[in-house]
């Protein structure tokens, strides 16, 4: 069945504004609202710019039946294990409405004003593969216990655990020529997302 949802308005932009537009979404029936993870904007960094959680969790209060999803969050910026935490609390407090996407991250300036380190792609990718193992046992398991490369946590809990079982929905964003991404979506994620600021041709999204 298509389903139908709407990518929220987020820079200079009042909170006001952003709710009215969700109630209004909700009243209309369309399944989802979505919000990106930037800290700043693209085209002018000095734009105002609602920060993606905050936002998202005052929207839960806000609505009763649209899911909340988000288009996606960068792993860069939380550690999995309170990332794990924080998609589990709204999945709660919302009644189990939250569409979980997360990527890579690839924004460079941004990670630079922020202070956040920016690997190479691929090390990116290896640490948003060992994230979505930490969050999934976090979200599933009475305690968490994992070593990775990049990440660990051992005997992590995560109470109270999601309403969703097993768990949210998971969305990886991708790029296509990734080919490593579609792996990790192939092994974690329940579906993906193509970036809107590349579309592929019909011959990229065969392959």
Not at 89 to 118: C, H, K, N, Q, V
Not at 142 to 166: F, L
């Amino acid at each position: 069945m298509v389903k139908f949802g709407v990518y929220l308005p987020q820079v200079n932009v009042d909170f006001n504004t952003v709710k009215n537009v969700t109630q209004e979404c909700e009243r209309l029936g369309f399944d989802s609202v979505w919000l990106f993870d930037h800290l700043m904007a693209f085209g002018s960094p000095e734009d105002n710019v609602l920060e993606c959680w905050t936002t998202l969790s005052a929207l839960s209060a806000a609505t009763r039946r649209i899911r909340l999803g988000t288009l996606v969050l960068c792993n860069s910026f939380r550690h999995p294990s309170v990332l794990a935490k924080m998609a589990a609390t709204l999945d709660y407090i919302s009644d189990g409405r939250l569409d979980f996407g997360i990527g890579a991250g690839w924004f460079r300036p941004e990670y630079e004003a922020y202070g956040i380190p920016f690997p190479k792609a691929s090390l990116r990718i290896s640490q948003l593969a060992e994230s979505l193992e930490i969050i999934k046992r976090m979200w599933t398991a009475e305690k968490a216990t994992y070593q990775g490369k990049y990440y660990g946590v051992k005997d992590a809990v995560c109470n109270p655990k999601p309403v969703q079982k097993p768990h949210p929905p998971v969305w990886v964003g991708v790029m296509i020529g990734k080919r490593r991404m579609f792996d990790i979506i192939a092994r974690y994620a329940d579906g993906w997302t193509i970036s809107s600021l590349y579309l592929p041709t019909p011959a990229e999204y065969r392959s």
